[in-house]
């Protein structure tokens, strides 16, 4: 099995923009797509980027998705920060048996 | 509108058995993978099991493979998760989770429940 290392936490002001990294551990990050979820406290995770760089209706064009064969990671972006953008953000891949997380990033934003 | 609702969480002592149920609405539940997430307090998002649409196929996390087995009932749109040896480490939110599409081979998770919690303690 994989593992999806993130940053434990980030911290950027209001404005700024903010790359949150997800390095895979074996295997290539191409090999299957990579989704990032938003988590605020108390609540469940939602999608901000599915399939490596798509973006769900409804989720500002600040945020973006991409990956990178080179470091075989992916990454989120979020430009023009907002207050309400600070929460928890996971990236999360899978292949023919799993499902893999990455541990978390709590961004703050301040 | 889809929706999710998990039960049966809730206090039990470690060795224990726990069964949890997520009721399904609002789209047809035998198409669906349908997938349990778990989140310790304070700590990430771990994925425990799925199972596909018509339940002939289960996975298992390492962590639970032996201990959990996950179940659908497509006739009452219901998924299960039976807990048994739970350890303290089981500890968590239970987050049912659906697949997004049917049609594609990307397990990416577009809807969820509100989480039930257990607690393994003595």
């Known amino acids: 099995n994989f593992m999806l290392t993130q940053p434990h936490s980030m911290s950027e002001s209001p404005g700024k923009t903010v790359t949150i990294s997800c390095t895979r551990s074996?295997?290539?990050?191409?090999?299957?797509?990579v989704q990032w979820y938003q988590q605020r406290p108390g609540s469940a995770p939602t999608t901000v980027i599915y399939?490596?760089?798509?973006?769900p209706s409804g989720v500002p064009d600040r945020f973006s998705g991409s990956i990178d064969s080179s470091s075989n990671s992916a990454s989120l972006t979020i430009s023009g920060l907002k207050t309400e953008d600070e929460a928890d953000y996971y990236c999360?891949?899978?292949?023919?048996?799993?499902?893999?997380f990455g541990g978390g990033t709590q961004l703050t934003v301040l | 509108e889809v929706q999710l609702m998990e039960s049966g969480g809730g206090l039990v002592q470690p060795g224990g058995s726990l069964r949890l149920s997520c009721a399904a609405s609002?789209?047809?539940?035998?198409?669906?993978?349908m997938n349990w997430v778990r989140q310790a307090p304070g700590k990430g998002l771990e994925w425990v099991s799925n199972?596909?649409?018509?339940?002939?196929?289960?996975y298992y996390a390492d962590s639970v493979k032996g201990r959990f087995t996950i179940s659908r009932d497509n006739a009452k749109n219901s998924l299960f998760l039976q807990m048994n040896s739970l350890r303290v480490e089981d500890t968590a939110v239970y987050y049912c989770?659906?697949?997004?599409?049917?049609?594609?081979?990307?397990?990416?998770?577009?809807?969820w429940g509100q989480g039930t919690l257990v607690t393994v303690s003595s």
């Open positions: 199972i596909v649409g018509s339940g002939s196929n289960v």
């Open positions: 989770a659906r697949k997004a599409t049917v049609a594609t081979t990307t397990r990416r998770f577009a809807y």
């Open positions: 399939e490596d760089d798509q973006r």
């Open positions: 999360q891949s899978y292949d023919s048996s799993n499902v893999v």
């Open positions: 609002g789209f047809t539940f035998s198409s669906y993978e």
């Open positions: 074996s295997g290539s990050i191409a090999s299957n797509y």
